[in-house]
């Protein structure tokens, strides 16, 4: 199983963080169509899917973001957490540990993808490998010194890391 953050993981939402901030989720949801999603993401995803990976998301946003971008883009991912889905929100590992159970997932063949120092704390917490993903990070020195299991700053590497550890084709 594989868990993947969403903002700033699967999609840029560094330009309307100030309204995540401020919680104004119908403002977010206006932007929501002009946000990018990271290159390779789309295909990172449909690859991991065919190859019979279950696939989540687990965010402190509302899930209403993530589902969105989910149906515009064809993601094949049937679990999203949202912070209304659990009453502790990351680094508190609920979120994680929902969304396993949900999948029927164990925690040692479980991969946690994000980018804050906030998701590798939950990872720990879940006793899942975190993998850091740089490529939208922040503050990239942050999520270095939580010392994920590894750390990537790109996508394509990701995608090596994961074809490896897999088996992809």
Known sequence: MIIFDFDQTLVDTSTVE????????????????????????????????????????????????????????????????????????????????????????????????????QDTEASRGANVAALGSAWGCLDVAGLEASKPDAIFSSVGELRDYLKKKLDLK
Do not use: C
Request: a positive charge; zero cysteines; charged letters at 20%.
């Open 18 to 117: 100030h309204l995540r901030a401020a919680r104004d989720w119908k403002a977010v949801m206006a932007q929501a169509p002009k946000l990018a999603v990271y290159g390779g993401i789309t295909e990172l995803l449909i690859e991991l899917h065919v190859a019979g990976h279950t696939l989540a998301i687990v965010t402190k946003s509302p899930d209403m973001v993530p589902k969105a971008f989910i149906k515009a883009h064809a993601w094949p991912i049937d679990i999203v957490v949202g912070y209304h889905h659990v009453k502790n929100r990351k680094p508190h590992p609920e979120g994680l540990l929902l969304a396993m159970s949900k999948a029927g997932g164990k925690p040692h063949n479980t991969y946690h993808v994000g980018d804050q120092p």
